[in-house]
Nanobody, 120 residues
Framework: QVQLVESGGGLVQAGESLRLSCAASGNIFRIIAMGWYRQAPGKQRELVATITSDATTNYVDSVKGRFTISRDNAKNTVYLQMNSLKPEDTAVYLC??????????????WGQGTQVTVSS
């Protein structure tokens, strides 16, 4: 089992910044990637950014150049630094962890979600 606890959401104005944190605990040794999805009302869940165990990162095009995902292995924590926020970034942001067991079977774990609201 893996537990994910998120923090750092809030209400900001357009152009401002926020940093989300996601702390992992439990059976973290087989986590091969972590990242963030977001879910806006009436829209499909969207993968925002990922970071693998070897620190390879990927971003959805709409956040490239504005968001940065990083990890602190000592704290088992992944961060999403969000700069130049736009109203269209408003969503619930969910941290996830991709876990593989000894048979390489995949199981994803999810945080509780944190609300990010960007006003214009």
């Amino acid at each position: 089992q893996v537990q994910l606890v998120e923090s750092g959401g809030g209400l900001v104005q357009a152009g401002e910044s926020l940093r989300l944190s996601c702390a992992a605990s439990g059976n973290i040794f087989r986590i091969i990637a972590m990242g963030w999805y977001r879910q806006a009302p009436g829209k499909q869940r969207e993968l925002v950014a990922t970071i693998t165990s070897d620190a390879t990162t990927n971003y959805v095009d709409s956040v490239k150049g504005r968001f940065t995902i990083s990890r602190d292995n000592a704290k088992n924590t992944v961060y999403l630094q969000m700069n130049s926020l736009k109203p269209e970034d408003t969503a619930v942001y969910l941290c996830y962890a991709e876990h593989r067991n000894g048979n390489w079977a995949r199981r994803d774990y999810w945080g509780q979600g944190t609300q990010v609201t960007v006003s214009s």
